[in-house]
């Protein structure tokens, strides 16, 4: 009998530390791309040394790649994931990080203006044509008709940010009215950096200077404008960061009636297009066209418009609207002097 329990004794150990080993084993067995099992089930994430080069890995463990927010700091990731440290150029532009691979630039708020920014001189703005990019004073700026650009604006389907003396904002970061952050480069373009899911820039005024004809008058369809295109997100306003867009669209709650339109903080709301034609005999010729959107209380809603352009010319043209908090504001849409407005009351 003691033979027999010892024999069975011996046999459980045995098992149990072939289980134990095998166990091991399988927990750090690398599969084809080389990732552990452990490694599968609670991924590094983060910052991430190796062979002295830092990588930034992604909630699913992988390599980062490109521009990234960590803080308050940019960053930016090479093609093969290793940080950029020193001069780098970046999509023809060059670019400079300090040794912990923070991007050297400046930083404002909507309102301020750049570190010796100044403005053109009259007789620079004058020679520039209308709806033109001109140098002066070492800036670049862009002549709208009787002024520079100022604040966030797409040209010709790129997006750049001027402050108030209109120069163009190059290697700038600036935090908008609203909380969030955006980055721009050194050819002033709005770079798309990642950082979660926040919601992207949506400037208040588009330009497209591609032109057909001299004659800058249009017609204006809006009888679509108050029909809700999409509600993408409900929007959750985090540490100032801006609007965390989220993919819960059951508790959504949006409606029009007329020319109003009802939400709720916190919100992202897209309506539907207004056309803009040209008042020709052939209202397919296009002029050159200036739309500015304007919020009469920008603490309750931002009103941006959202553009998408066919072959140079505007395709279609979408009120966007950011809700903040309950109140009633009034939106104007301005497009090359013909004007449209809708209300907006958002409740609790």
């Known amino acids: 009998m003691t033979k027999k329990i010892t024999a069975a004794l011996y046999i459980a150990a045995t098992l149990m530390m072939v289980w134990t080993i095998w166990g091991l084993v399988n927990l750090g067995h690398r599969d084809a791309t080389g990732v552990t099992m452990t490694e599968k089930s609670h991924p590094i994430t983060g910052w991430n040394q190796k062979d002295s080069m830092w990588y930034y890995l992604g909630n699913d463990g992988k390599e980062v790649t490109g521009w990234i927010r960590d803080g308050e700091n940019y960053y930016y990731l090479k093609d093969d994931g290793s940080m950029a440290v020193g001069k780098e150029e970046i999509k023809n532009s060059m670019y400079e990080f300090d040794q912990n691979g923070v991007l050297l630039c400046n930083s404002i708020v909507d309102d301020e203006l750049l570190p010796n920014s100044i403005l053109p001189s009259r007789e620079k703005f004058e020679e520039a044509p209308k709806c033109t990019w001109f140098e002066d004073n070492g800036n670049t700026y862009f002549r709208m008709d009787k002024s520079v650009a100022s604040g966030p604006l797409d040209i010709d389907g790129e997006s750049y940010s001027f402050d108030k003396n209109g120069v163009m904002l190059k290697c700038v970061a600036v935090t908008s009215t609203y909380g ?159 004007q449209t407005t809708f209300e907006i009351v958002v409740s609790q």
Not at 225 to 252: F, P, R, Y
Not at 283 to 296: D, N, Y
Not at 314 to 327: A, D, F, Q, R, S
């Open 180 to 338: 969030a952050k955006f980055l721009y480069g050194n050819d002033g373009k709005y770079i798309k950096v990642n950082y979660g899911n926040l919601m992207n820039m949506v400037p208040y005024g588009v330009i497209i200077t591609k032109s057909s004809i001299d004659n800058r008058k249009v017609l204006l369809d809006d009888s679509n404008m108050m029909e809700i295109s999409q509600v993408s997100s409900k929007g959750e306003i985090v540490d100032g960061k801006g609007i965390k867009a989220t993919e819960d669209i059951t508790k959504l709650q949006a409606e029009t009636k007329g020319k109003t339109l009802y939400c709720k903080p916190k919100q992202i709301v897209q309506l539907g297009n207004i056309k803009v034609s040209g008042t020709d005999a052939n209202g397919l010729l296009f002029p050159r066209l200036v739309i500015m959107s304007k919020s009469s209380d920008e603490s309750i809603a931002y009103a941006g418009v959202d553009a998408s352009l066919k072959d140079g010319y505007i395709n279609e043209l979408h009120p966007e609207i950011l809700v903040y908090k309950p109140g009633n504001t009034t939106v104007t849409i301005d497009v090359n002097g013909t």
